[in-house]
T-cell receptor
Framework: NAGVTQTPKFRILKIGQSMTLQCAQD?????MYWYRQDPGMGLKLIYY???????DKGEVPNGYNVSRSTTEDFPLRLELAAPSQTSVYFC?????????????FGEGSRLTVL | QKEVEQDPGPLSVPEGAIVSLNCTYS??????FMWYRQYSRKGPELLMY????GNKEDGRFTAQVDKSSKYISLFIRDSQPSDSATYLC??????????????FGQGTTLQVKP
């Protein structure tokens, strides 16, 4: 049981490049989330999904896109990378948000935009 | 004003000390209060959960919620070097209970010295 798996773990991008951060979970969770974590800033919600085919914006969605074609996968797309997108990105999933709000996080993807 | 405020520290204590970590919040609609622990270069993991006001104890950890003061605390008794991590408070309200969206504090970095 792998939990939440994120790839890649590290990536350096040039300004203007695009890339996709992959996230997969094997717990059959309906709810999935993408957060970014900047030093001293806590976790900010980018996008979330309550089930396959359903996505919605979080607090900081600009510059990102998501899709949810299956229950297992929730990729995050960065278009036209900017230095402000240098951050650590965490994917998380939840079986039922009403159950203590427990989110299961991946280990993070560390992105640097130069 | 941020919805959730948390002193980022860092906080350094000797082994065996009692540690108090705190968050204040401004949104009176918050009903679910959580503490996540994040080890270096890892994803956060749920440590404690409390619904509405009151105390909850789990081993060396006690979570307190005072909704009248919009203040939550995490106490760690007999702190151990293995408790060295970043502690993030998180909360959500009734309106977001069906999506699992959490608002996180900035995180407090704790170091317990042997």
């Amino acid at each position: 049981n792998a939990g939440v798996t994120q790839t890649p773990k590290f990536r350096i991008l040039k300004i203007g490049q695009s890339m996709t951060l992959q996230c997969a979970q094997d717990m059959n969770h309906n709810y999935m989330y993408w957060y970014r974590q900047d030093p001293g800033m806590g976790l900010k919600l980018i996008y979330y999904s309550v089930g396959a085919g359903i996505t919605d914006k979080g607090e900081v969605p600009n510059g990102y896109n998501v899709s949810r074609s299956t229950t297992e996968d929730f990729p995050l797309r960065l278009e036209l990378a900017a230095p402000s997108q240098t951050s650590v990105y965490f994917c998380a999933s939840s079986y039922s948000p009403g159950n203590a709000g427990e989110l299961f996080f991946g280990e993070g993807s560390r992105l640097t935009v130069l | 004003q941020k919805e959730v405020e948390q002193d980022p520290g860092p906080l350094s204590v000797p082994e065996g000390a009692i540690v108090s970590l705190n968050c204040t919040y401004s949104n009176s609609a918050f009903q679910y209060f959580m503490w996540y622990r994040q080890y270096s270069r890892k994803g956060p993991e749920l440590l404690m959960y409390t619904y509405s006001s009151g105390n909850k104890e789990d081993g060396r950890f006690t979570a307190q919620v005072d909704k009248s003061s919009k203040y939550i605390s995490l106490f760690i008794r007999d702190s151990q070097p293995s408790d060295s991590a970043t502690y993030l408070c998180a909360m959500s309200g009734q309106g977001s209970s069906n999506t699992g969206k959490l608002i996180f504090g900035q995180g407090t970095t704790l170091q317990v010295k042997p």
